[in-house]
């Protein structure tokens, strides 16, 4: 795994974290425990700061990224991700929040200012554009993303469980 140092800060791991050798992990990036960063994950926390939640996990080729602090946006957009997130295979999340128990399916681009509530399903290939708001207990999918249904309890806890079984996986990678 390559963690790099920038301006003197450095990733912070919690306990029992996974980062496979070919992901980049960059300056203020921190892990929650039990969270797992998958191949070729690019997480870059330089112009602002990223937070991983405890039991999330970030899948292979997926792009973290923040926008920097400025007169018209004085904090930026940090990128921020609760616990019990699944990110899908090659997305892209950059600046944006993400609430508990979220599913973000493959492809997926959630863009600056984004709020994701907990427990939403965001649908493989959509995009959330800028400044929006997804509701808790819904699914959203398309380019721009729609709202398209509520959940079902199937659903519901399949985000739960989508987060559970990556935390078998990368127990398993560990050993």
Request: proline share 5%.
């Amino acid at each position: 795994m390559t963690i790099r140092t920038y301006q003197s800060t450095s990733p912070t791991l919690g306990d029992r974290c996974y980062i496979d050798e070919s992901a980049v992990i960059v300056g203020d990036v921190t892990l929650g425990d039990d969270a797992s960063i998958w191949p070729l994950v690019a997480a870059r926390g330089d112009v602002n700061y990223i937070s991983i939640g405890a039991r999330s996990n970030i899948q292979d080729g997926s792009v973290l990224h923040v926008s920097r602090k400025s007169v018209s946006n004085p904090d930026g957009f940090p990128l921020i991700i609760g616990d019990d997130v699944t990110v899908g295979h090659k997305c892209m999340l950059h600046g944006c929040e993400l609430g508990n128990r979220i599913l973000v399916g493959m492809g997926a681009i959630v863009m600056d200012g984004v709020i994701v509530e907990d427990d939403v399903f965001i649908g493989a290939g959509t995009l959330v554009p800028p400044n929006k708001r997804l509701k808790s207990g819904f699914l959203y999918v398309g380019n721009p993303m729609q709202k398209k249904r509520p959940l079902n309890d199937a659903e519901m806890a399949f985000l739960k469980q989508s987060a559970v079984n990556y935390i078998v996986l990368k127990d398993e990678y560990l050993k």
